[in-house]
């Protein structure tokens, strides 16, 4: 089972985005039969390999092994990923990319598409690929925006500079900072820093 399962085909997207197939999924985080996921969902086993098999041919699930009950050979099914990623170009682009503010919302959004596309061009099934994650709270007055705006230039400058060569290993760092609404109407914001490197049809 890998981490991260990236999903750019229309046809993976219809396959997954169906909730009685995302609760056929979410049982086969560990290995099982459609026989045991039916007796959880409360449904009849035919259901279930039905989805289970469209999962399959999405490449979203996998049979993992196989058994002989009573004399009928059963498979047993796993999901191939703890969590799936829909790619942006399943419904592409709606216009050109704008020129935007590095201070607007709808930068930050063009910079976290970059990202995904990139992490996804890895190979997501290794686990030794160098990466690193980091993430904070942190809270700025707003008459101290432009002071903490200015000391993160200058720090991540410093980081390009001091690590800007030709030599090494090559990565992208990417930084976001963004509102971290709390969940109870009406408190203020904080905000939020991050750096990372180099979903109906009940029919079926």
Not at 148 to 172: I, N, S
């Amino acid at each position: 089972m890998r981490d991260v399962v990236y999903l750019d085909q229309i046809e993976q997207a219809e396959a997954l985005l169906k909730p009685q197939r995302i609760d056929v999924l979410r049982h086969l985080a560990e290995p099982r039969s459609c026989t045991e996921v039916a007796a959880k969902l409360d449904q009849t086993p035919q259901r279930v390999y039905y989805h289970v098999k469209r999962l399959v041919d999405a490449s979203l699930v996998s049979q993992v092994s196989e058994r002989r009950v009573r004399g009928v050979h059963e498979g047993i099914y796993q999901a191939t990923g703890r969590s799936y990623w829909l790619s942006p170009r399943l419904v592409g682009r709606i216009g050109l990319r704008q020129t935007r503010d590095r201070l607007s919302l709808g930068y930050l959004l063009d910079l976290m598409e970059d990202v995904q596309a990139d992490v996804a061009a890895l190979d997501l099934s290794r686990s030794d690929l160098p990466s690193i994650g980091v993430s904070g709270d942190i809270r700025v007055r707003p008459e101290q925006r432009a002071a903490f705006l200015d000391e993160l230039q200058h720090l991540l400058q410093d980081l390009f500079t001091r690590y800007g060569g030709a030599e090494g290993d090559a990565f992208r760092l990417a930084l976001a900072c963004y509102p971290n609404l709390p969940r109870q109407a009406g408190a203020a914001p904080d905000f939020a820093t991050s750096t990372e490197g180099d979903s109906d049809d009940r029919a079926e």
